[in-house]
T-cell receptor
Framework: GESVGLHLPTLSVQEGDNSIINCAYS??????FIWYKQESGKGPQFIID?????DKRQGQRVTVLLNKTVKHLSLQIAATQPGDSAVYFC???????????FGTGTRLKVLA | GAGVSQSPRYKVAKRGQDVALRCDPI?????LFWYQQALGQGPEFLTY????????KSGLPSDRFFAERPEGSVSTLKIQRTQQEDSAVYLC??????????????FGPGTRLTVT
């Protein structure tokens, strides 16, 4: 399949360690944020979302942190597994706008 | 259950040809989006439909790009007189609700267009 993220920043972590992927978003008025995972040859897959009235949200093995002061979003993956290897994108939605605005993405490599 | 499907998965076109890319959203989803994803980049918005109405086409790069969703379900993205810079993956996404409130979008696998 096609390659996603040939020239993206890469984060390499050992299997079983925790991963932290960071994202800087652009619009201070954005009120909805979402993390997607994209494997090669596939479309983006939803991981977790958060609204601007929250600063933390937890899912299964994943946590999203939102710092509106510095317009920063992070995705924490606990006990990283080989299946977590993919490109991760954050996206934001300003109010009154239908579309997602995606960040540049980070490639996560899980080392056995 | 059935997700968003797109066809064809791969398309090779000679420069100057017209192409049509199809998207079948999740049944009952009101909102439908098209995005363009260049190699190594995040998806970029092209256009948005709420049912059959095209409410935002601000991301379409030129008048060679045209999208429709005539019955509020299946959508087609058409590119006329393709150029090499049109080479990209074209992603379709659907969302259950409409309106400006943001909700989770479900993405299809994409169509990889290569213009030679």
């Amino acid at each position: 399949g096609e390659s996603v993220g040939l020239h993206l920043p890469t984060l390499s972590v050992q299997e079983g360690d925790n991963s932290i992927i960071n994202c800087a978003y652009s619009n201070s008025a954005s009120d909805y944020f979402i993390w997607y995972k994209q494997e090669s040859g596939k479309g983006p897959q939803f991981i977790i979302d958060i609204r601007s009235n929250m600063d933390k949200r937890q899912g299964q093995r994943v946590t999203v942190l939102l710092n509106k002061t510095v317009k920063h979003l992070s995705l924490q993956i606990a006990a990283t597994q080989p299946g977590d290897s993919a490109v991760y994108f954050c996206a934001e939605t300003p109010p009154g706008v239908y579309k997602y605005i995606f960040g540049t993405g980070t490639r996560l490599k899980v080392l056995a | 259950g059935a997700g968003v499907s797109q066809s064809p998965r791969y398309k090779v076109a000679k420069r100057g040809q017209d192409v049509a890319l199809r998207c079948d959203p999740i049944s009952g989803h009101v909102s439908l989006f098209w995005y363009q994803q260049a190699l190594g980049q995040g998806p970029e918005f092209l256009t948005y439909f709420q049912n059959e109405a095209q409410l935002d086409k601000s991301g379409l790069p030129s008048d060679r790009f045209f999208a429709e969703r005539p019955e509020g379900s299946v959508s087609t993205l058409k590119i006329q007189r393709t150029q090499q810079e049109d080479s990209a993956v074209y992603l379709c996404a659907s969302s259950l609700r409409g309106g400006v409130a943001a909700y989770e979008q479900y993405f299809g696998p994409g169509t990889r267009l290569t213009v030679t």
